[in-house]
């Protein structure tokens, strides 16, 4: 017997339907293999630079410094294979566990992936990366047979300059995700990957971004206690309807205002979808003849304006086609939402106060960088839970090339890492079908 009564159709980013009457639950975190999968996998899966290690070596110019006199000249990416193979043979527990080793761009790189039994056997999602780091460095050592007293030049090539610094600052092993020193606080780790990184990941698939960008915040609020008991419902409608596209409602309004319309088309669209719903309803008309709304189920209208905000950044950057304008985006379509309907805006406000600081960090007076950096660990934007990133990453996905900081720049390590798996290329159809397959059960 389901917890919520909530049942969906979901739709894929061509308004495809792809599963029939879903249980809620069926999208859980808790529930659904194919979420539970990619968040296992961004801790499990890691970047090796052979080439950047090799170079370093070389020339001993490592983690921002040069050292001279203890250079190491070994050919790493010609014995891409052979190194491959050492670090397989030393992060596997047993034959079967999923231990996995891909050669890239002609031996130049390394993606690991490590077993479920090693992060299993901790509690910190850093045992991908210190693994793996770990691994390479010994293989390197004992393949090449480097002398004792050259042995930390390798580490230092591999780690950086850790631990003199709490990241792991020059290392030519990456992971998605950050240090959890560098964590606002519990939980925030998958919330502290930068939209630019998801714009990769779906090669600038709009619809594909808000999905993955939605599980990372909904799964981040499972983690640090924010869904439970009388606000999961409010979650997991936001990951449905918002990240999903339930009921087709975000592509469908997208369809309707993406040639002509405006932010405000896209609400007056909002509006009469939540009215035919049932979602919203007059609760009182003004003398003036304006209209104060009202809803017996508030979550769900949560999640019906966090679909809006979406639709109004696509409908609205897709037509600048400039990434620049989504904090504003978000600030006005909020604010147009609330004096139109009476009701809260996004997340009962805080996407509104969000879109505020973030207009003036991302390209106002401050300008400390283009939105594609800001993630949900960001100062600025960490306010708005579960909703407000994934229509960063929209704006970003939809950006036609206008800012300093393009995911070409900051993410095509990420892609190349994560590019070819299924789970982060096309989360709406991966998370779907096991929605679908799990239907009857929950």
Known sequence: ?????????????????????????????????????????????????????????????????????????????????????????????????????????????????????????????????????SAVTEAIIDEFKVPMYKANMVKGAVWGRYPQTVGFDGANVKSILDVPQ?????????????????????????MQGVALSSIFEQCGAYEMGDAIGNFERSHLLGLAYQGLNANNILYSIVKKNGK??????????????????????????????????????????????????????????????????VPGTVLYYNDLLEHETGLPGTDYGRSEGVGVGMSFFSHSIYGGGGPGLFHGNHVVTRHSKGVLIPAVTAANCLDGGTQTFSPEATSGLIKEVFGDMAEFRSPIQVVGAEAKKIAKKV
């Open 1 to 133: 017997m389901p917890k919520y009564k909530d049942v969906i159709d979901l739709y894929d980013d061509n308004g495809k339907r792809i599963a029939k009457q879903i249980p809620l639950e069926a999208i859980s975190p808790l529930r659904n293999n194919a979420i539970k999968k990619i968040a296992s996998l961004s801790k499990r899966t890691i970047a090796v630079n052979l080439a950047g290690i090799e170079k370093a070596l070389k020339t001993g110019n490592m983690a921002g410094a040069m050292i001279k006199g203890k250079e190491i000249d070994i050919k790493l990416v010609d014995n891409a294979k052979k190194i491959a193979s050492i670090v397989k043979e030393k992060v596997q527990v047993t034959s079967d566990d999923g231990t996995s080793v891909s050669i890239k761009a002609d031996g130049k790189s390394l993606v690991v992936i490590v077993p479920e039994a090693r992060t299993d056997a901790g509690v910190e999602y850093t045992t991908g990366f210190t693994a793996v780091a």
């Open 182 to 206: 560098n964590n606002e606080g519990a939980g925030y780790a998958l919330r502290n990957i930068m939209a630019n990184h998801v714009v990769a990941l779906v090669n600038k698939n709009a």
């Open 260 to 325: 002509t319309g405006t932010v405000g088309t896209v609400i007056e669209t909002l509006m009469a979808r939540a009215i035919d719903d049932g979602v919203i309803h007059v609760k009182e008309t003004l003398p003036s003849g304006y209209k104060v709304y009202t809803t017996k189920d508030l979550p769900l209208w949560n999640a019906y304006a966090a679909v809006g905000q979406v639709a109004a950044v696509m409908v609205n950057v897709g037509a600048a086609r400039a990434a620049q304008g």
